[in-house]
């Protein structure tokens, strides 16, 4: 209402805004560019810290999930004579590593027999749950509903498996592995329960042959594996507390593997 007055002709308007301070512009654009300069710094100081330590747990826990794919044939023929054969592996369990971005980095499966990947458990446990069908196809038992409980148990398998390695490498106060590499080690289950079914189909007492050499190797291999690869990890640990434990996962897989290959309507058994 006041400033209509100040707006009708003839009448002058008085200021209504001081006479800026001549150091006024100044110290505002000093202080203006340095609060966002020093906000600024700090801002990209605390999301760079927080973006690395991300992608550092990131990569400590899940890795890149294409380096577990990076196979060929010859690595797959080798890989699977490890698996299922892993007494006769004359060479190192110990896998190898390479410099990257001013880091050792371990080497592709393509590279290095003993990196573990995620191609082989994958069509393995593709196979195992064919091959079970199959089986059950022969047998006459054989219904959608029947392959979709051999494909849940064949899951809960797996995460057993993945579970036990999971919780073997925390009591020794470890547990720092990349998921995916454990679980790629606990997807090689499959390559023998695949072999036993395929021996069930011609033969009743291959399957019976078959499946405790499975359970063996399965055992063998996860040993070596633990010891060479997963326990060299942890830095300090009671040796015969690992031992023990050594044991322990060796024997597991006689039940686990057995449960897995007992075909029937019901998963839980």
Known sequence: MYDNIGAQPGVPRPPTNAQPSPF?????????????????????????????????NISRYFSDPQYYFQVNDQYVRNKLKV???????????TRITEPVGGRLSYKPPIYDINAPDLYIPLMAFGTYVVLAGLTLGLNGKFSPEAL?????????????????????????????????????????TFTGLSLAFLGRIFSKYAYYFLMPWACLCMGIFLVKTMKRVLFAEVRSFDSSRHHYLLLFIAMAQFPLLIWLGNITLNWLF
């Open 83 to 93: 698996v299922l054969f892993p007494f006769l592996h004359r060479g190192h369990w």
């Open 24 to 56: 006024g512009n100044s110290l505002y654009g000093a202080g203006s560019g340095f609060i966002r300069g020093g906000l600024g710094a700090y801002g990209e100081k605390i999301l760079g810290s927080s973006s690395e330590y991300v992608q550092s």
């Open 148 to 188: 979709n409980w051999l494909f849940v148990k064949g899951v809960v398998g797996w995460f057993l498996q993945v579970t036990l390695l999971k919780m073997t490498l925390f009591s020794l106060g470890g547990g720092e592995a990349p998921l995916l590499d454990i679980v790629a080690y606990a997807g090689y």
